[in-house]
């Protein structure tokens, strides 16, 4: 390592929260009567203090600046926070910092309080040593005295990673290098300008000046199964956008189906006037479109180390085919050996829901399909079989409770996998 401690800006830098800040700007200018200015100048607002700025982009006198800040705050600290993510890479060259033993910390022009409910929020904070935000009061917070604030008690040789001139000024204030990063706010013009030790453009090139290399993730494996009607398609849909904006490079894909050819026994699967269909041809087919899509998607992307979310997987055959159409659980089990090649996943949620209700949920949905046609005790076998599955294999398949909102489900099956994946050494 070339540097002892690293500290970073938040915005811009480690998360693009540019949609969210752009929203809540234009919440605060009608609050205030006053049309929104148009983006380019809205964009300026990324990364200086709000008081601030209103009073200088904006000619706002400071006690309308306060206003403006405060109805800001007032949508931010509801919605605006949430609406961020994770630049790609950054969490692996967070890890490998760490693993480096650099001391790690934040120095934002943002709230304090706000900042660190960011960083634990997107599963950051456990990275750093500090994070230092403003107070609300401090209406002119001086980046300089937030990177020294960041560094307290510290010595040794320190670097400032930013995405605005005025993050590279204050190092070059303090005497301290600097590393301008490209995937941010502040523009090649902007940040040149500003005479920073290094410009970057990737994480990746960022890594090198630090003097390490992004730590390679193994790839991690996610499936989603439940009952028909336990709401599983929205869940792999607001995981699949929680983990995207946690920074983890992520596939999703389904079962049956998922890639090409797997997506054609699909077809011929869920056809309505496939009535002549054998139970066995039918668990063989979705072993045989499970075999295509093991080898087209999952572990490729998983050897590329990234996680892999899929909407139904091989226990999804145990618990139809071999429960719902009375194959035999451990039957197709072994039929689905050679499909999945040792392939399983390191977590399977579990959709839990009272037969019933799913029963319920599911006559309200579209037209069903040749599957979720069968009547009630054919689903109510499928729902016990999952039951016997989760006790054989407690280790991987874990229950979720799926009453509630969409959002309540999604707020459990997340800390899920972020026990999930904190256990394997991946976060
Ligand atoms: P789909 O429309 O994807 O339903 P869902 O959103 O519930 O996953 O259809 C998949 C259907 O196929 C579903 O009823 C479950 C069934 N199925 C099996 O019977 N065996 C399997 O191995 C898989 C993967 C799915």
């Known amino acids: 390592m070339n540097y002892e401690a690293v500290v970073f800006d938040l915005d811009g830098t480690l998360t693009d929260s540019a949609p969210g800040i752009l929203r809540c700007l234009e919440f605060a200018f009608e609050r205030l009567g006053r049309p929104a200015p148009e983006e380019r100048v809205l964009r300026k607002f990324l990364g200086p203090p709000l008081v601030r700025s209103f009073m200088d982009f904006c000619g706002m006198s400071e006690e309308e ?106 190092a070059n204030a303090l005497g301290m290098d600097s590393v301008a990063v490209l995937w941010g706010y502040g523009g090649r013009a902007e940040l040149e300008g500003a005479n920073p030790t290094y410009l970057v453009e990737s994480v990746e090139e960022l890594a090198a000046v630090l ?82 899509h093991v080898r087209d998607v999952i572990r490729p992307a998983l050897q590329a180390g990234k996680l892999v979310l899929s909407d139904r997987y ?40 009272d037969a019933q209700d799913a029963l319920r949920r599911r006559e309200r949905a579209s037209r069903a399909d040749r599957i979720e046609m069968l009547d009630d005790s054919f689903h109510l076998s499928v729902a016990q079989a999952y039951h016997e599955l989760m006790q054989l294999h407690a280790d991987r398949i874990r229950p979720v409770n799926a009453t509630g909102t969409p959002d309540e489900v ?3 099956v997340l800390s899920l996998v972020h026990d999930r994946m904190t256990e394997a050494g991946l976060i």
């Not at 699967?269 to 479109?289: I, K, P, Q, S, V």
């Not at 719902?324 to 579990?350: F, H, K, S, Y």
């Open 314 to 353: 091989v226990d999804s055959s145990v618990a139809y085919q071999g429960a719902g159409r009375g194959l035999g659980m451990e039957l197709v089990a072994r039929i689905n050996e050679p499909a999945v090649d040792g392939c399983l996943p390191d977590l399977t949620v579990l959709l839990d829901i």
């Open 65 to 170: 600046a306060v206003r403006g800040r405060d109805a800001y705050l007032e949508r931010y600290h509801t919605l605006g926070w949430k609406e961020n993510r994770v630049f790609p890479d950054i969490r692996s060259l967070l890890i490998a910092l760490k693993r480096a033993g650099a001391r790690l910390s934040i120095a934002t022009g943002k709230q304090g309080e706000a900042s660190a409910k960011i960083a634990r929020a997107f599963w950051i904070d456990h990275y750093f040593d500090a994070v230092v935000g403003t107070a609300s009061s401090d209406h002119f917070a001086e980046k300089k005295d937030l990177i020294t604030r960041s560094l307290a008690g510290f010595s040794g040789k320190a670097v400032m990673i930013g995405d605005r001139a005025s993050d590279i000024a204050a």
């Open 211 to 292: 003097g390490t290399e992004l730590f390679h993730s193994r790839g991690f494996f996610i499936s989603l199964e439940g009952n028909d009607g336990c709401g599983k398609s929205t869940q792999a849909d607001l995981l699949h956008g929680s983990l995207v904006c946690l920074g983890f490079d992520t596939v999703k894909t389904r079962e049956p189906g998922g890639s090409y050819v797997a997506e054609k026994i699909r077809e011929i699967l869920l056809d309505r006037a496939n009535t002549g269909m054998h139970d066995m041809t039918e668990a063989m087919l979705y072993a045989a479109a499970r075999a295509q």
């Open 410 to 412: 999604a707020g459990r």
